[in-house]
């Protein structure tokens, strides 16, 4: 546990080459439009990204089992405090999934409800398990791919 909470504090600390990783990623995708999709904390430097920088091809952002509701409420993000809004150029579709039994997962659309739209599954698992378990639940790519197609 004490490398999570130490990757968690190098993060806030000195994140920005982590986002810039992120940001040469989009921009060497292939096509017109990206959509991001993060998992965990992962979702922290994606959503710090696109609300300090414009990035044009993004045009759906997915996160999967986000802890960003806790840390945006608690004026953690490097990126946003609580009393602000997001950025016009943030993107204007986001989906959320999450499983009740995932102790990191929070609602977002509850936080961030003029672009955010949740999705609940089940994973099957007890947690921890769960918080890994999404990628693996037919009924999180069926969400997925309700939305994006």
Not at 8 to 22: E, N, V
Not at 29 to 47: I, K, M
Not at 48 to 57: A, G, M, S, T
Request: glycine share 6%; hydrophobic share 45%.
């Amino acid at each position: 546990m004490g490398s999570i909470v130490g990757d968690i504090l190098r993060y806030q600390a000195r994140g920005q080459a982590l986002r810039q990783l992120i940001k040469q990623t989009i921009d060497d995708a292939p096509g017109d439009a990206v959509t991001v999709l993060a998992h965990g904390f992962g979702c922290v430097p994606s959503f710090d990204l696109l609300v300090q920088e414009r990035v044009n091809r993004v045009d759906q952002f997915i996160t999967v089992a986000t802890q960003l509701p806790l840390l945006f409420e608690s004026g953690a993000l490097v990126s946003l405090q609580p009393q602000e809004a997001l950025p016009d150029h943030f993107p204007q579709r986001w989906l959320n999934v999450y499983a009740a039994n995932d102790v990191l997962a929070y609602s977002v659309a509850q936080v961030f409800p003029d672009v955010a739209t949740d999705q609940e599954v089940d994973n099957g698992q007890r947690f921890p398990q769960t918080h890994s378990a999404y990628l693996t639940n037919p009924a999180f790519w069926r969400a997925v791919d309700t939305w994006v197609g």
